[in-house]
């Protein structure tokens, strides 16, 4: 505002268009905005963004996004941030199917209903995570079956197991099939399935997604590992 004033255009009609009172343009003059207060804002920004995205994550998860998108900071900051804002995990910690947790809502129909046959390629994927620990720590695999050649079509590899795991791994596989328009895409509830960035990376690619009931991954893990 100040370098429109600069240019003669008087701060009343500034005020005016922007729809903002004039006292708390002055009173911010007087007193601006600090480096640490802006730096908390930029970190606050950074952390409501990755909420917003996948709002079933916690506090550890965001931060993680928020560095990504280049705004680093401890895990207590990221902590005390969410804290102080009401900003936590939807679903709160994820546990193992048949181990007593509560399973996400599904964000798209069972198309599958149990028939993992296809008739041709690129007619039906299954994707599965699988966790491996290795010595350096766990590695998190994300892996595209096509249930009609029995092949791996895409895959990605993570030190986290975050939406960008599976996001990763099917732009991956659209780029190894190319033409997969209308395939059928078949995941359990998993978060990182039913998180936003994954759904928008099934629309850009024109691929439906398919979420089973609860413990229908046992059938798509059977006929995963009987191939």
Known sequence: MSELAADGIPVAVTCRVLTIARQPYYRWLARPVGDAELAAAYRANALVDAHRDDPEFGYRFLVDEARTAGQAMAERTAWRICSDNGWWSAFGKRKRPGKGGKVGPPVHDDLVKRDFTADGPNRLWL????????????????????????????????????????????????????????????????????????????????????????????DAYRHWAGR
């Open 127 to 218: 994707a599965d995570i699988t966790e491996h620990r290795t010595a350096e720590g766990k590695l998190y695999l994300c892996a595209i079956k096509d249930v009609w050649s029995h092949r791996i079509v895409g895959y990605s590899i993570d030190s986290r197991m975050k939406s960008r795991l599976a996001v990763t791994a099917l732009h991956n596989a659209v780029a190894r099939r190319d033409d997969v328009a209308g395939c059928v895409l078949h995941t359990d509830r998993g978060s990182q399935f039913r998180s936003r960035k994954f759904v928008r990376a099934l629309n850009q690619h024109h691929v439906i997604g398919s979420m089973g009931r609860v413990a229908a991954w046992i």
